[in-house]
């Protein structure tokens, strides 16, 4: 069964608008799930939104499928639990047909494994019940993100850069294994273990007090019991991609330095969220936040000099000379990068919005903010050195709109305690 919302009472103002394009601004948007109950509750919530979405129901994933072979969507929003096809099987599907397709799941309770499969193959997670205007500002902030990337990729093309990274092989070998129903935490470590220096960073960093744990962690399996699948993950994909982009020598930039702030700023984030989906999404954002800046350099040393030295001399952050002088930034690239990789859609726009999370509309104590304020945290703890631009830093206009300026004094002795716990050798994943 599948229906669709009737557009008939758009409106003469939509009407007459040319054809083509009232078509091109139109997002088609396919809500999955398997109760008929909550498929009619989706459709009266989505009724706001029938002058600018096409709003689309599917009752199953083979329904869904069908009317993905008729007109491919631009966002599928599935359930994870229903009885023929589940959500991750689906969206698995989707991914495979239907590359461009924003992906996402809407679900009340899941079993852990569940959520992980699902986590390999959907940009977000949104929980059941759901409130209409929450869920309509992700799919448009998912929208907005897709728009930004796509004007990172056309800055990439235009500047003749380098060939961007492949997904590391390591964190693509752990998805896959992830992405089995029967994955056990044995099948982990043992994907870990074939890589020696990965092996050693995922048991120096277990063993310290930077995450916590509280125990001697001799293996790689206990490791992945304690710190968790997604946290070995976020390890092993920063890992991976420091090594794959790492400079050899620049001017300027150090890559310990660059590994130990990208730790911090983790921990911190870790620090400001609750346990939770929210709360992993920042930490690997955090880890990866400035990885742009990795790809600048890696496209042209002398380019990222001239701007650093560009930043220094107006006494501006990096990030506003590049908006000024090339249009996009290294937070920008960063994020196309991730997005290439498949990232959920809370880590890219948490890297791709790290300096201006005012900028988008309906923001909480969620991984955008979060990364921001512990990227401040960090830059402030940082020691001064001749040539370097000023860090941006705490947006006090978003601190006091989220009723949180009083959490700062609080904050700020965290990122003191943790930058002191921070592992001498962080940096140390040269390979």
Known sequence: MSETISHD?????DASRDPAEREQARKRILFVDDEPDLLESLRDAMRRYRRQWQVDFARGGNAALELLGDEPADV???????????????????RDLYPTTLRMVLSGHASPQLLTRAATVAHRFLGKPFDAAELGLLIERSCALRELTEEAEAFRVTAAATALPSRPGVYTRLTNVLSDPGWEPADVAKVVEADIAITAKVLQLANSAFFGVGREVTSVQQAVVYLGVETIK?????????????????????????????????RIAAGILPDGRSQQEAVTAALLHDVGKLVLIADDPFRWARLNHEAHRLQQPLHRVELEQEGVTHAATGAYLLSLWGLPDGVVEAVAHHHDPGALPGLGLDPVAVVHIANALANELAPKAEGRPPAQAIDDGLVHRLGLARKQSTWRGLATKYANQLPAAAGSWNR
Do not use: Y
């Open 9 to 13: 009472d758009r409106g003469l103002a």
């Open 76 to 94: 599928v929003v599935a359930d994870m639990q229903m009885p023929e096809m589940d959500g991750a099987t689906l969206l698995q599907r989707v």
């Open 234 to 266: 976020s390890l092993t994909l920063t890992a991976e991609t420091f090594g794959v982009l790492a400079p050899e020598t620049v001017h300027g930039f150090s890559i310990d330095e660059f590994q130990r702030h990208a730790m911090l700023v983790a």
